[in-house]
């Protein structure tokens, strides 16, 4: 079965720390895209990032990065130096070429501390 | 660009009702998925809809229902409401719905209470 697993439930930060995000996933496909997703309190997610199974590089995109490893099935996202705006649920997801959807993991709540 | 709009955004029914929810996606987006979101369960697909016809369906019983009208605008259906059907039901379009082209824009999700 195609699952994902998101260990941290909860994370707290003091601002201007940096947070890593663990997201590992499962499957048997070789070809399949992995997402990030932000839900601040208002309930609306907001995309990240997209990436392919075959594109191994890191990205960095302003404070955020992402670290793909597909020997591990991890797909990890750093905040550099965090502010009280990061704080959200951020859920990974990956979605496997054998369909359409979206399998969503239980999300990692970061609270940021001024 | 406009984006998800979901109506009602809040709605308290009584179990034993049905209930109706609205998305109408971003112009020119011909996918819409349906999530219902809990604290216990996380965010579980529903249902996705492509130029009117349901394309994907997940594991919810046939009491959740869905349709896609010609102008891309969906709505989902939920009969004999239960208790556990409190949730936040949210709404994502998409250009495709297809992975590689598959980014989801999310609307801001109707919240369903059931006394």
Known sequence: AQKVTQAQTEISVVEKEDVTLDCVYETRDTTYYLFWYKQPPSGELVFLIRRNSFDEQNEISGRYSWNFQKSTSSFNFTITASQVVDSAVYFCAPVYDTGNQFYFGTGTSLTVIP | ?115
């Open chain 2, 1 to 115: 660009k406009a984006g998800v709009t979901q109506t009602p955004r809040y709605l308290i029914k009584t179990r034993g009702q049905q209930v109706t929810l609205s998305c109408s996606p971003i112009s020119g987006h011909r996918s819409v998925s349906w999530y219902q979101q809990t604290p216990g369960q996380g965010l579980q697909f529903l249902f996705e809809y492509f130029s009117e016809t349901q394309r994907n369906k997940g594991n919810f019983p046939g009491r959740f229902s869905g349709r896609q009208f010609s102008n891309s605008r969906s709505e989902m259906n939920v009969s004999t409401l239960e208790l556990g059907d409190s949730a936040l039901y949210l709404c994502a379009s998409s250009l495709e719905g297809r992975g590689p082209t598959g980014e989801l824009f999310f609307g801001e999700g109707s919240r369903l209470t059931v006394l």
